[in-house]
């Protein structure tokens, strides 16, 4: 479906399939902050310009910049404006409030193409999920929401409590496990991880397991123990499964906005990363990391976290969260 049959269907809320309505629901609500800073600016922007003139490309870089999707992805979208405005021999800031969301998502897509977004999930057999990235960023509480869905979804899934560094992470993860209702496999605190995951590798083999999600420790002594100890983790698991990680996500908080952005360079430098969880959307003004993290890291986000609830993880959706992020901006045309 195009983008604007979407949008049109999101303002009038006509033709959608309740599911749909639910999932666009669900982004509104998380990037209500975001929403309401960005499109405050945004409003503001639209009524103080009675022309499109240099001033106003301008004041809509910093507007973008402010929203922290980027400076290289914010002077594209007003080099394609410009291009648009010409075209178009626009002369109002009206013309074109509909363009810019059009170059957003067409900028999206564009990085995007041969993209993968959805999670390489293996149709027969186990899929192993490595989940990485620094202490608090959201590790466990992800892995909670996906057993929750793949269970719900009637696959077996298997938890690994390899996050065996900090005292009651693994706890932690018991509890995720209980109310998702899968097992999870666990070792003492303090011990090897690497052990941790090859017993669950051995118990999803032998229980026939469909998912397996791995939880790591987002600390060591240092950084180098840290890639060290996420390498080995990684060859025992290719031992018993050569395939395997089918994905390796790196887990980032979008609330420390350009931190999180340096925290996805030191990773993908050290592991191969395949994809992005990106967490805590609904408690930033900042959303629009998601687009800076996307067009300049070249790594794909698979999953938001829209909140702390078991139903708050959602597949990656460049035109529900586009919508998401522009709603009140948007104008019917
Ligand atoms: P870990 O150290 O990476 O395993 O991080 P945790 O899973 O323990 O999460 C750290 C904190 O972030 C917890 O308080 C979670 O409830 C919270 N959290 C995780 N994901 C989200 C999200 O999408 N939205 C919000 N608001 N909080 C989240
Ligand atoms: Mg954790």
Sequence with gaps: MGFFDKIKRAFTGEQQEPEEVEVQEKYDKGLEKTRKTFGERMNELFANFRTVDEDFFEELEETL??????F???IQISEALRQEVKLRNAKKPAEIQNAIIEKLVDLYEQEGINEVNELNLQEEGLTVILF??????????SIGKLAHQYKNEGKKVLL??????RAGAIDQLVVWGERAGVEVVRGNAGGDPAAVVYDAMERAKSEQAEVLLVDTAGRLQNKVNLMNELEKIKRVIQRELPDAPHETLLVLDATTGQNAMVQAKQFKETTDVTGLVLTKLDGTAKGGIVLAIRNELHLPVKLVGL????DDLEPFEPNDFVIGLFKGL???E
């Design 65 to 70: 910049i402010g929203a922290d999707v980027g």
């Design 160 to 165: 690994a409590a390899a996050d065996t560094f």
């Design 307 to 310: 909140g702390e609830g078991i």
């Design 72 to 74: 290289d992805t914010a």
């Design 330 to 332: 948007l104008k019917e």
């Design 132 to 141: 990485v990235g620094v202490n608090g960023v959201g590790k466990t509480t």
